[in-house]
């Protein structure tokens, strides 16, 4: 299998804290790889690397390379716009826009120039299927989007990320204000995906990590402490602190 992403050597610094030391890692495409770690360990600094979203923070300074693809992303001449379509992200809290279920899904595409009806209508569909919420909205779909449930309301998130047509999807802790059941819908939407994309997903449940993922990252403190497949990381983990926090001595 291929590396999606690469990231060599990368150092990220807010004004002069240090919050990413060195970090070497690859991601092979069609699969769930998870990080995992305690809070502030630069995790969610870490994902908005890969679409350049910490670039919106003036005092930001990033020192290595980030390669999706064999290409460079930080380089000058990569595209923004063309970025953030191929990486998709979907945050911990999903925010709907006020509207109908159909338009939020609708809203990216239409503003990509997709204007015709029977195009966004099947776009839609595909969307929401692939998330795992056709099921549930589809006799109402002109309803409210703010009136679907949290758990809903996190796969319309999806949805709308997937009708974009990405390649990777970076999730941010996306099941961390949902019950089981939303959760186990999140879980199992995510493991079909990975056929068709990359995933990354961060993650504050070792137990989900241990469930859903490929390979699984630890980052402590800023530092990669370990990286590989998940059996590995459970069962044979190379660091103790990585054993420490997997079997909830701290974090
Ligand atoms: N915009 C920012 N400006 C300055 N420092 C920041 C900024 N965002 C994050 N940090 C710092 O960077 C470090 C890593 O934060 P990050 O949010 O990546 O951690 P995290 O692993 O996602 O934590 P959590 O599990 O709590 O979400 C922390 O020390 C944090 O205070
Ligand atoms: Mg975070």
Redesign the pocket.
């Given at each position: 299998m291929e590396d999606k992403i690469v990231v060599k050597n990368l150092n990220l610094f807010?004004d002069k804290?240090c919050?990413l030391k060195s970090i070497n890692l690859n991601i092979k495409a069609n699969q769930i790889f998870s990080i995992i770690?305690?809070?502030?360990?630069?995790?969610?600094?870490?994902l908005r690397i890969l679409n350049r979203l910490n670039d919106l923070?003036p005092y930001v300074r990033l020192e290595g390379e980030v390669y999706l693809d064999d290409k460079n992303i930080y380089k000058e001449d990569i595209p923004l716009p063309w970025l953030r379509r191929k990486v998709g992200m979907v945050f911990a809290l999903p925010v709907p826009l006020p509207g109908t279920i159909f338009e939020n899904i609708a809203y990216g595409p239409k503003l990509q120039g997709m204007t015709s009806k029977t195009k966004l209508s099947s776009l839609v569909e595909k969307s929401l299927k692939s998330a795992f919420l056709w099921d549930e909205v589809r006799y109402k779909l002109d309803a409210s989007a703010l009136r679907l449930s949290g758990g809903q309301q996190q796969r319309l998130c999806i949805a709308r990320t997937l009708a974009l047509e990405p390649e990777v999807i970076l999730l941010d802790?996306p099941c961390s204000g949902l019950d089981p059941i939303s959760t186990a819908k999140i879980e199992e939407a995510l493991h079909e995906l990975k056929k068709n994309y990359t995933i990354i997903l961060?993650t504050?449940n070792t137990k989900q990590a241990a469930r859903v993922s490929d390979n699984i990252a630890f980052?402590l403190m800023?530092e990669l402490v370990e990286y590989g497949h998940v059996e590995q990381i459970f069962t044979v983990p190379r660091d103790k602190r990585t054993q420490d926090y997997i079997s909830g001595r701290f974090g």
């Amino acid at each position: 299998m291929e590396d999606k992403i690469v990231v060599k050597n990368l150092n990220l610094f807010f004004d002069k804290l240090c919050v990413l030391k060195s970090i070497n890692l690859n991601i092979k495409a069609n699969q769930i790889f998870s990080i995992i770690g305690p809070a502030g360990s630069g995790k969610t600094t870490f994902l908005r690397i890969l679409n350049r979203l910490n670039d919106l923070i003036p005092y930001v300074r990033l020192e290595g390379e980030v390669y999706l693809d064999d290409k460079n992303i930080y380089k000058e001449d990569i595209p923004l716009p063309w970025l953030r379509r191929k990486v998709g992200m979907v945050f911990a809290l999903p925010v709907p826009l006020p509207g109908t279920i159909f338009e939020n899904i609708a809203y990216g595409p239409k503003l990509q120039g997709m204007t015709s009806k029977t195009k966004l209508s099947s776009l839609v569909e595909k969307s929401l299927k692939s998330a795992f919420l056709w099921d549930e909205v589809r006799y109402k779909l002109d309803a409210s989007a703010l009136r679907l449930s949290g758990g809903q309301q996190q796969r319309l998130c999806i949805a709308r990320t997937l009708a974009l047509e990405p390649e990777v999807i970076l999730l941010d802790e996306p099941c961390s204000g949902l019950d089981p059941i939303s959760t186990a819908k999140i879980e199992e939407a995510l493991h079909e995906l990975k056929k068709n994309y990359t995933i990354i997903l961060v993650t504050n449940n070792t137990k989900q990590a241990a469930r859903v993922s490929d390979n699984i990252a630890f980052f402590l403190m800023g530092e990669l402490v370990e990286y590989g497949h998940v059996e590995q990381i459970f069962t044979v983990p190379r660091d103790k602190r990585t054993q420490d926090y997997i079997s909830g001595r701290f974090g």
